[in-house]
């Protein structure tokens, strides 16, 4: 069992820069993939960017390539996403998600945390 709570969400204008963070419980976090996703009002949860347990590989969104950064600190149980650049379109709910597959880099994801609210300002 992994349990994840987000944090580092807010408002921010746009052309700003926010880093979310997710922190795992767990003695295990090393061997889960990672992944965030995020979910618009109205619109479906959708996937934003993953890393493997290593870190060494990481797969984004078209939406936000060059803009997202995904890491991770395995000693810390720490998934990051460095988000630079916000536009509007990036307003949502921010979720995390773990997979028992050390490799993935899509999902399945096994476990959800419960979301930071990311809100940009034009």
């Known amino acids: 069992q992994v349990q994840l709570v987000e944090s580092g969400g807010g408002l921010v204008q746009a052309g700003g820069s926010l880093r979310l963070s997710c922190a795992a419980s767990g003695r295990t976090f090393g061997s889960y993939a990672m992944g965030w996703f995020r979910q618009a009002p109205g619109k479906d949860r959708e996937f934003v960017a993953g890393?493997?347990?290593?870190?060494?590989?990481?797969n984004y969104a078209d939406s936000v390539k060059g803009r997202f950064t995904c890491s991770r600190d395995n000693p810390k149980n720490t998934v990051y996403l460095q988000m630079n650049s916000l536009n509007p379109e990036d307003t949502a709910v921010y979720y995390c998600?773990?997979?028992?597959?050390?490799?993935?880099?899509?999902?399945?994801?096994?476990?959800w945390g419960q979301g930071t609210q990311v809100t940009v300002s034009s």
């Open positions: 998600a773990a997979s028992a597959n050390p490799r993935a880099l899509t999902g399945p994801y096994n476990y």
């Open positions: 890393i493997n347990s290593s870190g060494r590989s990481t």
